[in-house]
């Protein structure tokens, strides 16, 4: 996890978003590494079930391009964007009435993901899920 800044000018992704991962994952991450577990692998796991906490404690140290790890981080946005959307769905079948926040946490979820993509900064807190039942 380093800070340098990469030659064509862009901030790597560990100084983009080491600042944004939180204590507790650290300490999971290297239980589960010291396990035997695969950064990449649970990287590409998390990602896709839209974890996108979880999905940036392994890229911080998969040995993956950084193209990729921000590919990666930005898809587990976009897939718990669905997901709260899909909640919100059922809540408002299930309770009779809208759920307009979860509707903006997911739009949230979808601007981090194009931030991300393009190699941009974040500002820690943003993108931090909304307890569901």
Same mark, same amino acid.
């Given at each position: 996890?380093?800070?340098?800044?990469?030659?064509?000018?862009?901030?790597?992704?560990?100084?983009?978003?080491?600042?944004?991962?939180?204590?507790?994952?650290?300490?999971?991450?290297?239980?589960?590494?010291?396990?035997?577990?695969?950064?990449?692998?649970?990287?590409?796991?998390?990602?896709?079930?839209?974890?996108?906490?979880?999905?940036?404690?392994?890229?911080?140290?998969?040995?993956?391009?950084?193209?990729?790890? *921000?590919? &990666?981080?930005?898809?587990?946005?976009? =897939? *718990?964007?669905?997901?709260?959307?899909?909640?919100?769905?059922?809540?408002?079948?299930?309770?009779?009435?809208?759920?307009?926040?979860?509707?903006?946490?997911?739009?949230?979820?979808?601007? &981090?993901?194009? *931030?991300? =993509?393009?190699?941009?900064?974040?500002?820690?807190?943003?993108? *931090?899920?909304?307890?569901?039942?």
């Amino acid at each position: 996890m380093s800070d340098e800044t990469l030659g064509d000018g862009n901030t790597s992704f560990d100084a983009l978003y080491l600042p944004l991962l939180r204590p507790a994952f650290v300490e999971i991450v290297r239980k589960n590494l010291a396990e035997g577990a695969d950064a990449a692998e649970q990287a590409r796991a998390y990602a896709e079930r839209g974890k996108p906490d979880f999905a940036l404690g392994y890229l911080l140290v998969a040995d993956l391009p950084d193209e990729e790890k *921000r590919a &990666l981080y930005a898809l587990a946005h976009e =897939r *718990r964007a669905t997901y709260i959307e899909q909640k919100a769905r059922q809540f408002d079948r299930e309770f009779h009435r809208p759920f307009p926040l979860l509707f903006q946490e997911a739009t949230k979820d979808r601007a &981090l993901a194009r *931030r991300i =993509r393009a190699g941009q900064t974040v500002r820690p807190g943003a993108g *931090r899920q909304l307890p569901m039942m």
